[in-house]
C-alpha cells in the first residue's frame, strides 16, 4: 500500500489481516484530531494522500496552543437502532469486541449520554465477548 490508495482499499487490506467478517461496507475509516475534537468519517473513494496533505497544512486555529496531530481510526459502523434488536450472540466475537469498545469511547467522550440501566447492559456485552 502507498499513499495514492483508497480508503476502499485499505479498508480491504485491514479487514483481511485483522481475520474479521467480509463484509466492508459495515466498516469505516475516520480522520480524527483529538485535540480539537475533530471526527470526519474517510468516503471510501477519497484517497489516503489527500488527508496526509490537509493534515500537513492544517491551520491551527486562534488562541490553540500546542501541538496538533491527526490519526486514522479503523472503526465498525454501528447504527443505532433499539438494542434489545441488536442480538450480539449472532455477530462474530471480534465485531462484537470492536463494536463494545466504539460505544465505551463514544460513553466517555460524552457522544453518548446513557442512563446507568444501559451502562449495565454494556457491562454484560462485556461479559458476552469474553465468554466467546
Partial sequence: MDSACTVSEILKEVVEKLALEKNVETYSLYHVCPELDLEIVMKDTDNICDYMYTAENFAKPKGHHGKITWQFVFKKRVYRTNPNNM?????????????YHQAVDEIVRGNQ?????HCMQLVALQLLVDQV
Avoid at 87 to 99: F, N, T, V, W, Y
Avoid at 113 to 117: A, M, Q, S
Fill in 113 to 117: 449520554p446513557i442512563p446507568k440501566e
Fill in 87 to 99: 442480538q450480539p450472540e449472532k455477530l462474530d466475537s471480534k465485531s462484537l469486541h470492536l463494536i
